[in-house]
């Protein structure tokens, strides 16, 4: 055994990688690229894919079949799957308590190039162009959303989540005339459960491969409306050479799977990504069966958000308009990320609706994001259809609220929502406090005096800390209320929209109830899935109990 670990121990020394990020393709008209995401569309569109639960690399299906739809079309089923039952997920659960001390022994150089060869056979158009295509169809993304997220942040997580690892192993204790010190990385006893939302593919396949990466055995619950773009990522993995049983690929209904997962004494870490309300459950499960583990589980939850863009009277209204355009409308505002409430001065605010208005309704289109010309499109499914409606329907009655563009939603073909622009005199309405997820913005005019006033109010109006913008042109001020807003969010824009991070660009997290702000993407992550070893190897044999004092 001991052996083993120093072999390890010295080939940790070997693992040198830096990284840059992907680059973004174009997908102009008639590019090479934009043909061959037009073809794997043309492909996954004509059929239903049939995807199984994998365990133990075994694919495996049970007599609870789903069906995952397309957005905009809801008629058209583009996936059949089935979800794993209790005994599949408890299977599964075996399955990676079984393989996780030999997977941990592995040595990290060979882990680390599957994930490299992982990101190699993403970049490459074959399977770039099938990432896009499903998630453009299955998450309802236009062609440039699907690369940034399918494509780009995908690769980028699996590369520089490496190049944080072998910065970090450089790392070594002092040595002395007595002993030989070293440090190394193992992964956690048991198994990682990996929940994941559907509005990222990337992050669905980062939650998965970060503790595989780190020597972890894990199940992935991937989300229902993600399905088909997820096990791609699976099936990319596989190709690059994951040995089966390290991911398990469990589609389940969420309840069964959570009560299941955190009943498990063998429960080493949950990392989750997805709603405050399920990480809570989550979180309140495994208290209730804290005396049953073999160790403290950890939670790395990344939850939702309420984000705001704080406007100041120097603020340039052009950056003003398309930041927030870009991030209250791009992929219908699913994104964590997305700007959901704007405090603007009322000296600006006459030119800023006059814009917003202007664009909103002559610019953007909304309707199949296979149309090149589409701006956004559908919102993911019927729950978050009716969920959005019911804050538009509340700023209809509600007197302190007034839809000035917008407002109307169909779900006759798809699920679709207009991009809708709101004013309220209430800075404190529901509107500017709870997280909707999907293409409505409400603003607060403020008088240009009362500038210090609103930013209390934008710090204490919500419970999430996800991303917010401040926009000023007056650098001490601008400064001063970054400091004022210093856990306000755990990702602060100057300048710039609140959505669009990018990985070892912005690493990404949120405090407060927006999650654990473990930071996606930065050089931390991956060491929530690390239980370090510290070795002291003595040179000499032990000669006597007595201490020099004593003599
Ligand atoms: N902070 C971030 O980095 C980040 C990134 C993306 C999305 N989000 C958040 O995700 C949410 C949208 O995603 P969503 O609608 O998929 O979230 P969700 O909470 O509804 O679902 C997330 C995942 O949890 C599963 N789930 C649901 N109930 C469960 C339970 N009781 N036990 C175990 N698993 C369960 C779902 O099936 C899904 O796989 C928004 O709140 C958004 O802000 C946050
Ligand atoms: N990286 C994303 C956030 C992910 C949340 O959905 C962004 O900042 O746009």
């Known amino acids: 055994m001991y052996r083993l670990y120093c072999r390890r121990y010295a080939s940790t020394f070997s693992l040198r990688y830096t990284t840059k990020n992907e680059p973004i393709l174009e997908y102009r008209r008639d590019s090479k ?11 996954y569109k004509s059929k239903v894919t049939r995807i199984p639960c994998i365990v133990d690399g075994k694919e495996i299906w049970t007599k609870n079949i789903q069906k995952q739809v397309l957005p905009f079309d809801h008629k058209h089923v583009l996936a059949e799957y089935c979800y794993a039952d209790g005994s599949l997920i408890q299977k599964a659960i075996d399955s990676a308590v079984k393989n996780q001390y030999k997977w941990d022994l592995m040595p990290i150089e060979q882990r680390a190039n599957i994930f490299l060869k992982a990101a190699d056979l993403a970049a490459d158009l074959k399977w770039r162009s099938r990432l896009v295509a499903t998630t453009m169809l ?27 690892l072998a910065t970090a192993m450089a790392y070594q204790p002092i040595s002395t005339r007595d002993s030989d010190n070293s440090y190394m990385h193992r992964g956690l006893e048991g198994f990682v459960a990996a929940v994941s939302p559907f509005n990222f593919t990337a992050i669905g396949g980062h939650l998965a491969s970060a503790p ?26 596989e190709e ?76 340039d209204l052009t950056s003003v308009v398309i930041g927030t355009i870009r991030s209250a409308f791009e992929y219908s505002g699913q994104k964590c990320s997305a700007c959901s409430r704007v405090y603007i001065p009322r000296s600006l605010s006459k030119e800023f609706f006059s814009q917003m208005k202007t664009i909103m309704s002559k610019e953007l289109r909304i309707d199949s994001p296979l149309k090149s010309d589409t701006f956004t499109s559908a ?73 210090d006033e609103i930013v209390d109010v934008v710090n204490q109006t919500s419970n999430y800390a996800l991303t917010g913008s401040i926009f000023c042109q007056d650098n001490k001020i601008l400064e001063k209320t970054r400091e004022r ?4 969010a755990g990702n602060l824009y100057l300048n710039d929209k609140s959505t669009g991070s990018v990985v070892n660009q912005q690493p990404f997290g949120g405090a407060r109830l927006s999650g654990t702000n473990d930071k996606a993407g930065g050089p931390h992550y991956i060491f929530r899935f690390s239980s370090p070893l510290a070795i002291k190897n003595m040179k000499e044999p032990l000669k006597t109990f007595k201490h020099v004092s004593m003599e």
């Open 33 to 43: 690229e934009i043909k061959q995401v037009q073809t794997a569309v043309d492909e």
């Open 485 to 488: 807003l210093i856990n306000a």
């Open 138 to 164: 299955g998450q309802g993304k236009t062609v440039f959303q699907a690369e940034i997220d399918a494509a780009c942040e995908l690769i980028d997580f699996w590369r520089f989540n490496i190049q944080h």
């Open 240 to 315: 690059a050479g994951l040995p089966p049983g390290i991911i398990q690929f469990v589609p389940a209904q969420g309840e069964e799977f959570g009560r299941k997962i955190t009943q498990s004494p063998n429960l080493a870490a949950i990392t989750f990504t997805g709603s405050t309300k399920t990480f809570k459950t989550l979180w309140k499960w495994v208290a209730e069966n804290l005396d049953n583990y073999r160790t403290f589980p950890r939670l790395i939850g990344e939850c939702g958000g309420k984000n705001f863009h704080l406007v100041h009277p120097s603020a």
């Open 379 to 451: 919102v993911i499914d019927r729950a978050s259809f009716n969920r959005i409606k019911s804050y538009i329907d509340h700023a209809r009655s509600s007197s302190s609220t007034k839809i000035l563009v917008g407002g109307e939603y169909d779900d006759s073909t798809g699920f679709y929502v207009q991009p809708t622009l709101i004013e309220t005199t209430d800075p404190k309405d529901k509107l500017m406090c709870e997280e909707i997820f999907g293409p409505v913005v409400t603003v607060h005019v403020y008088d240009d005096n009362k500038f």
């Open 212 to 237: 595989a990466l780190m020597g972890n055995t894990v199940l992935w619950k991937p989300s229902d409306t993600a399905l088909l773009s997820n096990y791609l990522v699976y099936k990319i993995l």
